[in-house]
C-alpha cells in the first residue's frame, strides 16, 4: 500500500458533502474514517470503500474493483473493501453517494460485532 499525501487532500475535497474526515496513515497506505468509523481505504491513488452484504452487489454492478493482495505464499487475498465506481472519481455527489453507503456499512459490521466482557479474576 502506498498513501501520497496530496491524494488524502483531494479526497477531503471530493467528500467534502460528508462531513468531517479524518485520514491515518496505516500499512503504508491510509484510512478514512467519519464519526470515528473507517469507511475506507487509500492506496496507490484509490478510494477503496467499506463493503458489507447490502452495498457489495451494488458496487459490483457499478464496475467497482474488489480490494485484492498477494500473501507471502502467492494466495490473493480480498478485503471487504471495493474501489470508488468510476463515474464518482469526477462528480463528488456521487462520491459523497457511494461514501454514505459505505459508511452505512461500516455501521453494521461495527453493530454486529459482539461485545466481549472482561475476564473476571
Known sequence: MAYDPLFGEWVHEHFAGLGPLTIK??????????????????????????????????????????????MKDGVMMTMAYWSLPEPAVDDPDEAVRWARMSL??????????????????
Open 25 to 70: 496513515r496505516m500499512f503504508g497506505g491510509a484510512g478514512v474514517s467519519a464519526n470515528g468509523l473507517i469507511f475506507a481505504l487509500l492506496d496507490d491513488g484509490v478510494v477503496w470503500l467499506k463493503s458489507d452484504d447490502q452495498n457489495e452487489p451494488a458496487l459490483r454492478d457499478a464496475g467497482a474493483r474488489q480490494f485484492t493482495y498477494p
Open 104 to 121: 452505512d456499512a461500516a455501521l453494521r459490521t461495527a453493530a454486529a460485532k459482539t461485545v466481549r466482557k472482561p475476564k473476571t479474576p
